[in-house]
């Protein structure tokens, strides 16, 4: 309904049912949950949605739940060399697990996020990034 779209997972279903402390880590910080009813559910899907459709599933409201709004809550200002078009910027859909929560980017209101990858001259650090804007 909202194609096309790039889903990313995180956990293989074998660990993720196993009831485990699960979570991710942004702006050097552990975002952390345990998962209560193996819910195999470990995913942020980013949506081009080139007709504006609105989701069916909303999701929880903002504020309801740190796990899931903390790499938006710990979310930095860039500098204005470093912005982005708004093109590069996607409505979104997260889900983690028994527990985790669930939530769109609709459920907190409009932000748009984009996933970037830094890369350096060393080539050392290549860890994914989650940016997101209002």
């Known amino acids: 309904m909202m194609e096309p779209y790039l889903f ?13 402390t699960q979570g991710y880590r942004a702006a050097k910080y552990d975002f952390t949950f ?6 195999p559910n470990s995913y ?3 949506y081009y949605n080139p007709n504006n ?6 999701g929880e409201k903002e504020g309801t739940n740190n796990f ?5 809550d710990r979310s930095s200002t860039l500098s204005r060399s470093k912005y982005m078009e708004i093109i590069f910027y996607f409505d979104f859909e997260m889900h983690m697990g028994g527990c985790g929560g669930f939530m769109t980017s609709y459920s907190v209101n409009n932000i748009r996020a984009a996933l970037g990858f830094p890369f350096y001259k060393d ?11 209002y």
């Open 44 to 46: 942020i899907t980013f």
């Open 8 to 20: 990313l997972g995180f956990l293989p279903v074998n660990l993720t049912k196993k009831r485990t």
């Open 53 to 58: 459709t609105y989701p069916s599933r909303v």
């Open 68 to 72: 899931m709004t903390g790499w938006i």
């Open 123 to 133: 080539n050392t650090q290549t860890t994914p990034t989650l940016k997101s804007t």
């Open 34 to 39: 345990r998962n209560c009813d193996a819910n």
